[in-house]
């Protein structure tokens, strides 16, 4: 009997409930709104210029309901005591309401768009279609919290929709200025507490064993889905000290024991197991590769040993991994100005900024000074190249360019230089390109760069530094002064 | 005189209501005509013109995806579009064997078949395929064995024609591609689809795509340059026309400039006795001037192009002198080149020039030589082509490996299609002939951004049929786009309602083997 009775006044609440809200078109709208993102699949293909455009204005919107939501809760607050603010409370949702709609109606263009896609893209994307929802609900709810009928339910779901709203222009802000936004200035006490904050670097490791053979590896095979933009399992092998961190199921390398090594478990399974890496079809590791992962992971897994037993790669030397240099964005401007203007000109070596800056000197080249040089000290941390090739420089520019932090390949073919002060440059741990052909180095003046670990093409055709075997005519090997 | 009826320049014009049409229909034009109506009208149009102008450029015009013409290095996002990823070479430099060169003569060693001297070669090899016309009709298909011995050269051992004697020294540095195919069967097909990525002209040829997408390295010099080899009276030479470097759709500032193959490069290139630099500046100054304004009024791009092709004869006036000045090379120039470098004109001689280019940020140079279409006497021309191409080739390679530059650039030795292993016409001890064959032809790469030392596919006994690994034309173009840091999917221009691509329409793959 009591349970009867209990039913029957569960059943009444819910009558009411259904008279009060009218749940029935507040499901079918979330679930319209849930299909909005699988009828229009994100699949990293760029679609309609239109589609774009209207897209664009997704950044402006979006703050609206921002503002709407934020004012609402101070509404909310202060309309206990002024009816007029808690009047206009109900109609400052809805309009939060519809302006959220139109944010995630326009952004969801502008994702499909541009073709963008992403684990943070998706779980901003999400955010969005949740909260919607959670809004619709809070309208619905709205009238029994005035009526005092429900009090506590729309106070909880305000406070919910609240932490999404928070959370997922969270994720919005993180697509547009990166994910390290708020925490790359954030002081190194707090910063402990966000462990993804750490600045993970492979710098120290230039030229050895792991930087050379196994990086090259992992980069090619894994860093899509275990990298910066996808942390699959949380998992990231982009670096050395992540790799060695591990992921969600704990350490994947255990330094000599490559069996007990997750990440070589993984790699060697039969392709159609679940657990088989790389997934979806991407292509697997080579036998090759999984003796290069084997025998490092055997040898101690060290970052810094220059090579590794057993492993022998003489004929093929694997390039340095490019390590990337800070973006110069900012500098952009002054850098377009350069472009225009007649002199020596900074081309970006591609579409990504990270991957720096060339110092082009072709049309100026024999205006081209030291003096001139000096001024794209400003650039130097971006510069990754430098042509200087037949230009007027002379000794005084390795003063300059030991401040090139970053560069990669130095050219002053055909320039007076005679070598005093190359050793200036033994602190660009990049270096891996040098041409002085057709100078007048000596092999003396030359012999600082033979301790640079990751100089491997020096050239010295027609300078008194040629070594020997260039005289002969048609060896092909004998120009270069040496070769790791 | 009486004036045509349509011609409406006379004092009464004649409007649509002076047509042979029944009363009654005149009547409901004329009555549609009310100054309401005139007035929504040219409101509609208004709207109209102000939606063209909202899309601009992007909207109802070719635009580009990879660049915009108007700011050749960064794009409005203050952003750099091109190269897509960092790339391995800078720079091309395309050695086109115009006539399709005998793969199995040279590169494509295939000791079987010596024993089949004469036998026909089986049905089954060939199967439904078809032929050209000069063999269709032949009752017999002859196998005509290489007439020179091969050899193994190089760490790599890699087979290589006794005929190519410095080609052997280099294989190491070679990335050798035996099964390039393509779909055409005939010269003119052939050359546009292995140069344009299409066998219909019109397109661009991969010099304006390069041109175009990274733009110039030195603004003296014409970012894409190309270089004709004499002819020798001797050899069967095909036709080369300059729709092989044409800009196709492109804005014509990224053709391909030709320079002659005699000991003046460019004609003209002095000022008249009495016009000193001034004058001249002053007169293209004044050109350009007459040029914008043609440009504000009509708005033709090509004015532009116009417009940058005579300030870039004004400045070849002095870098070209300069780059064809070889008083100043090294005795090791003339050692490596040999004595025919010396001659305008010759192979050895434009191979050098490439060399000089590639040093002064010339992005794309491409060196035809014709010659190679040898449908007879192999055994005669054969030598002489190879004698006049290959130290040419070798020199190159070589003289930018010394000098540290084919770190950064990309060497291309390819021909439009192959030559079959049967003998066109008779088969003698002595000699014998070749046809086209597209099916496998064997093309090499040097340099920035490919795997020095390795041969790529391989061909069936009879040269005939790709067995493993096949490398269409768009393959072999996406994957030189690759080299140079270019996405192929990505590089497009829209015209015609198409992103048009090079490696468009039929879906093209980089070689990833190819690749270092």
């Given at each position: 009997?009591?349970?009867?009775?209990?039913?029957?006044?569960?059943?009444?609440?819910?009558?009411?409930?259904?008279?009060?809200?009218?749940?029935?078109?507040?499901?079918?709208?979330?679930?319209?709104?849930?299909?909005?993102?699988?009828?229009?699949?994100?699949?990293?293909?760029?679609?309609?210029?239109?589609?774009?455009?209207?897209?664009?204005?997704?950044?402006?919107?979006?703050?609206?309901?921002?503002?709407?939501?934020?004012?609402?809760?101070?509404?909310?607050?202060?309309?206990?005591?002024?009816?007029?603010?808690?009047?206009?409370?109900?109609?400052?949702?809805?309009?939060?309401?519809?302006?959220?709609?139109?944010?995630?109606?326009?952004?969801?263009?502008?994702?499909?768009?541009?073709?963008?896609?992403?684990?943070?893209?998706?779980?901003?994307?999400?955010?969005?279609?949740?909260?919607?929802?959670?809004?619709?609900?809070?309208?619905?709810?709205?009238?029994?919290?005035?009526?005092?009928?429900?009090?506590?339910?729309?106070?909880?779901?305000?406070?919910?929709?609240?932490?999404?709203?928070?959370?997922?222009?969270?994720?919005?802000?993180?697509?547009?200025?990166?994910?390290?936004?708020?925490?790359?200035?954030?002081?190194?006490?707090?910063?402990?507490?966000?462990?993804?904050?750490?600045?993970?670097?492979?710098?120290?490791?230039?030229?050895?064993?792991?930087?050379?053979?196994?990086?090259p590896i992992l980069d090619a095979k894994c860093v899509g889905c275990h990298g910066a933009s996808k942390e699959q399992a949380r998992l990231r092998l982009d670096f050395y000290d992540l790799i060695i961190k591990g992921g969600k199921d704990g350490a994947v390398i255990v330094p000599r024991n490559p069996d007990g090594s997750l990440l070589l478990q993984r790699v060697t399974l039969?392709?159609?197991?679940?657990?088989?890496?790389?997934?979806?079809?991407?292509?697997?590791?080579?036998?090759?590769?999984?003796?290069?992962?084997?025998?490092?992971?055997?040898?101690?897994?060290?970052?810094?040993?220059?090579?590794?037993?057993?492993?022998?790669?003489?004929?093929?030397?694997?390039?340095?991994?490019?390590?990337?240099?800070?973006?110069?964005?900012?500098?952009?401007?002054?850098?377009?100005?350069?472009?225009?203007?007649?002199?020596?000109?900074?081309?970006?070596?591609?579409?990504?900024?990270?991957?720096?800056?060339?110092?082009?000197?072709?049309?100026?080249?024999?205006?081209?000074?030291?003096?001139?040089?000096?001024?794209?000290?400003?650039?130097?941390?971006?510069?990754?190249?430098?042509?200087?090739?037949?230009?007027?420089?002379?000794?005084?520019?390795?003063?300059?360019?030991?401040?090139?932090?970053?560069?990669?390949?130095?050219?002053?073919?055909?320039?007076?230089?005679?070598?005093?002060?190359?050793?200036?440059?033994?602190?660009?741990?990049?270096?891996?390109?040098?041409?002085?052909?057709?100078?007048?180095?000596?092999?003396?003046?030359?012999?600082?760069?033979?301790?640079?670990?990751?100089?491997?093409?020096?050239?010295?055709?027609?300078?008194?530094?040629?070594?020997?075997?260039?005289?002969?005519?048609?060896?092909?090997?004998?120009?270069?002064?040496?070769?790791? | 005189?009486?004036?045509?009826?349509?011609?409406?320049?006379?004092?009464?014009?004649?409007?649509?209501?002076?047509?042979?049409?029944?009363?009654?229909?005149?009547?409901?034009?004329?009555?549609?005509?009310?100054r309401r109506r005139f007035l929504g009208r040219s409101g509609k149009v208004l709207g109209w013109a102000a939606l063209a102008g909202l899309f601009g450029r992007t909207g109802l015009r070719g635009y580009a995806n990879g660049r915009d013409a108007k700011s050749p290095v960064a794009n409005a996002d203050n952003r750099f579009d091109l190269p897509h990823f960092a790339p391995k070479?800078?720079?091309?430099?395309?050695?086109?064997?115009?006539?399709?060169?005998?793969?199995?003569?040279?590169?494509?060693?295939?000791?079987?078949?010596?024993?089949?001297?004469?036998?026909?070669?089986?049905?089954?090899?060939?199967?439904?395929?078809?032929?050209?016309?000069?063999?269709?009709?032949?009752?017999?298909?002859?196998?005509?064995?290489?007439?020179?011995?091969?050899?193994?050269h190089g760490q790599t051992g890699t087979w290589v024609s006794d005929l190519l004697p410095y080609t052997a020294r280099m294989v190491d540095d070679l990335t050798i591609i035996k099964t390039t195919n393509t779909d055409a069967i005939n010269h003119e097909p052939a050359i546009m689809l292995m140069n344009t990525g299409n066998m219909n002209a019109g397109k661009p040829c991969l010099?304006?795509?390069?041109?175009?997408?990274?733009?110039?390295?030195?603004?003296?010099?014409?970012?894409?340059?190309?270089?004709?080899?004499?002819?020798?009276?001797?050899?069967?030479?095909?036709?080369?026309?300059?729709?092989?470097?044409?800009?196709?759709?492109?804005?014509?500032?990224?053709?391909?400039?030709?320079?002659?193959?005699?000991?003046?490069?460019?004609?003209?290139?002095?000022?008249?006795?009495?016009?000193?630099?001034?004058?001249?500046?002053?007169?293209?100054?004044?050109?350009?001037?007459?040029?914008?304004?043609?440009?504000?009024?009509?708005?033709?791009?090509?004015?532009?192009?116009?417009?940058?092709?005579?300030?870039?004869?004004?400045?070849?006036?002095?870098?070209?002198?300069?780059?064809?000045?070889?008083?100043?090379?090294?005795?090791?120039?003339?050692?490596?080149?040999?004595?025919?470098?010396?001659?305008?004109?010759?192979?050895?001689?434009?191979?050098?020039?490439?060399?000089?280019?590639?040093?002064?940020?010339?992005?794309?140079?491409?060196?035809?030589?014709?010659?190679?279409?040898?449908?007879?006497?192999?055994?005669?021309?054969?030598?002489?082509?190879?004698?006049?191409?290959?130290?040419?080739?070798?020199?190159?390679?070589?003289?930018?490996?010394?000098?540290?530059?084919?770190?950064?650039?990309?060497?291309?030795?390819?021909?439009?299609?192959?030559?079959?292993?049967?003998?066109?016409?008779?088969?003698?001890?002595?000699?014998?002939?070749?046809?086209?064959?597209?099916?496998?032809?064997?093309?090499?790469?040097?340099?920035?951004?490919?795997?020095?030392?390795?041969?790529?596919?391989?061909?069936?006994?009879?040269?005939?049929?790709?067995?493993?690994?096949?490398?269409?034309?768009?393959?072999?173009?996406?994957?030189?786009?690759?080299?140079?840091?270019?996405?192929?999917?990505?590089?497009?221009?829209?015209?015609?309602?198409?992103?048009?691509?090079?490696?468009?329409?039929?879906?093209?793959?980089?070689?990833?083997?190819?690749?270092?």
């Open positions: 009997m009591i349970a009867a009775e209990k039913w029957s006044a569960a059943i009444r609440t819910l009558r009411i409930r259904s008279v009060q809200a009218p749940w029935l078109p507040i499901l079918a709208l979330s679930a319209f709104l849930l299909t909005l993102p699988l009828a229009i699949p994100l699949n990293g293909e760029i679609h309609a210029d239109w589609l774009q455009f209207l897209g664009r204005f997704h950044p402006s919107l979006v703050h609206l309901p921002i503002g709407m939501l934020v004012l609402l809760v101070f509404l909310e607050f202060t309309g206990r005591n002024r009816t007029g603010l808690r009047d206009a409370g109900s109609f400052v949702l809805q309009l939060g309401f519809v302006t959220a709609f139109l944010a995630v109606l326009f952004g969801i263009l502008l994702a499909y768009g541009s073709g963008v896609t992403g684990v943070i893209l998706t779980r901003h994307m999400w955010g969005g279609v949740v909260l919607l929802i959670e809004l619709l609900v809070c309208i619905s709810v709205r009238p029994t919290w005035i009526s005092r009928k429900s009090p506590r339910k729309y106070p909880a779901l305000l406070a919910v929709s609240f932490l999404t709203l928070i959370w997922t222009a969270h994720q919005g802000g993180s697509l547009t200025h990166g994910s390290d936004y708020l925490t790359r200035y954030m002081p190194g006490p707090l910063k402990e507490f966000f462990p993804s904050a750490v600045g993970a670097s492979d710098a120290p490791y230039v030229g050895s064993a792991y930087a050379r053979y196994v990086h039969a392709p159609t197991d679940r657990h088989f890496m790389p997934t979806d079809g991407k292509p697997p590791l080579s036998p090759d590769e999984i003796a290069t992962l084997r025998a490092w992971i055997l040898s101690g897994a060290s970052p810094t040993a220059t090579g590794i037993p057993g492993i022998s790669k003489v004929s093929e030397i694997a390039e340095l991994p490019i390590q990337p240099v800070g973006d110069y964005s900012p500098l952009m401007n002054e850098i377009r100005q350069m472009q225009r203007s007649e002199g020596a000109k900074l081309v970006a070596v591609s579409a990504k900024p990270s991957d720096g800056l060339i110092l082009r000197t072709l049309d100026v080249a024999s205006n081209f000074d030291d003096a001139q040089l000096a001024q794209f000290q400003r650039f130097a941390p971006y510069i990754v190249e430098a042509e200087l090739a037949r230009t007027a420089v002379t000794d005084a520019c390795f003063d300059t360019l030991s401040k090139f932090t970053n560069l990669r390949a130095l050219h002053l073919e055909g320039t007076a230089v005679t070598g005093q002060g190359l050793a200036k440059l033994s602190n660009l741990s990049q270096l891996t390109y040098v041409n002085l052909s057709a100078t007048k180095v000596t092999p003396g003046a030359v012999a600082p760069l033979k301790s640079m670990p990751n100089l491997r093409h020096l050239y010295l055709f027609e300078t008194a530094a040629q070594p020997e075997a260039a005289a002969v005519n048609g060896g092909l090997n004998g120009y270069s002064g040496f070769h790791h | 005189m009486k004036q045509h009826p349509d011609c409406t320049d006379c004092e009464n014009p004649v409007t649509p209501l002076d047509f042979p049409v029944p009363a009654p229909v005149k009547q409901q034009w004329a009555a549609l005509e009310t070479a800078k720079r091309a430099i395309y050695l086109f064997m115009s006539g399709g060169p005998p793969q199995i003569d040279l590169l494509d060693y295939k000791p079987n078949l010596a024993a089949q001297f004469n036998k026909d070669m089986p049905d089954s090899v060939r199967g439904s395929q078809q032929l050209t016309g000069m063999t269709a009709g032949q009752a017999h298909f002859p196998i005509a064995p290489a007439h020179w011995p091969f050899a193994q010099g304006a795509w390069l041109a175009y997408g990274l733009g110039s390295m030195n603004d003296n010099l014409p970012t894409f340059i190309v270089l004709q080899t004499k002819t020798n009276p001797k050899e069967n030479n095909q036709p080369v026309s300059s729709r092989l470097w044409s800009s196709g759709f492109l804005s014509s500032e990224y053709a391909g400039v030709g320079l002659r193959s005699g000991p003046d490069p460019v004609l003209y290139l002095s000022d008249p006795a009495g016009v000193d630099r001034q004058v001249r500046r002053n007169m293209l100054d004044t050109v350009e001037q007459i040029n914008r304004q043609t440009l504000a009024d009509v708005g033709d791009p090509e004015t532009n192009a116009r417009i940058a092709e005579y300030e870039m004869a004004f400045r070849m006036q002095s870098s070209v002198p300069e780059l064809v000045d070889l008083s100043k090379e090294p005795q090791s120039t003339w050692d490596l080149y040999g004595p025919d470098a010396r001659q305008p004109g010759t192979f050895a001689y434009n191979c050098l020039l490439a060399r000089r280019m590639a040093e002064r940020g010339v992005r794309f140079t491409q060196i035809y030589k014709r010659g190679w279409d040898v449908h007879g006497d192999v055994v005669g021309t054969l030598p002489i082509l190879c004698k006049e191409t290959d130290q040419g080739a070798y020199a190159l390679v070589t003289d930018l490996k010394r000098r540290g530059l084919l770190d950064d650039t990309l060497v291309i030795w390819a021909g439009e299609f192959g030559r079959t292993v049967y003998s066109q016409g008779g088969l003698t001890q002595d000699n014998y002939g070749r046809d086209h064959h597209p099916r496998c032809f064997t093309t090499w790469m040097a340099g920035g951004g490919v795997r020095a030392g390795i041969t790529h596919g391989e061909t069936d006994d009879y040269s005939y049929n790709v067995v493993k690994d096949p490398v269409h034309v768009r393959d072999f173009n996406a994957t030189i786009l690759h080299c140079l840091g270019i996405d192929h999917t990505k590089f497009t221009y829209k015209f015609q309602g198409l992103d048009q691509k090079l490696t468009s329409p039929v879906p093209a793959h980089v070689v990833q083997e190819l690749l270092a």
